[in-house]
């Protein structure tokens, strides 16, 4: 299965993972933010929700994950 073309390298190999997307042949990656709707998951209600600050946008439960 072909991936994306990498800017980088050139070949058809950048894949999504769990961060973003990231190339096979080479080490260009790209890391989605998660303020763009991708936090972590609320061990509360369950959502992907929680941002950086730890807090759950859904809920507002703070989740303690210190600096990281
Ligand atoms: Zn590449
Ligand atoms: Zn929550």
New binding site residues.
Partial sequence: MAGATCPKCGNKTLFNDNRGKSCTRCDFFVEIPVAKGRGRR?V????Y??GENGV?R????KHNYGED
């Avoid at 509360?44 to 959502?47: A, H, L, Y």
């Avoid at 859904?58 to 439960?61: K, L, Q, R, T, W």
């Fill in positions: 609320c509360i209600c369950g959502k929700q929680v759950c859904d809920c507002g439960a």
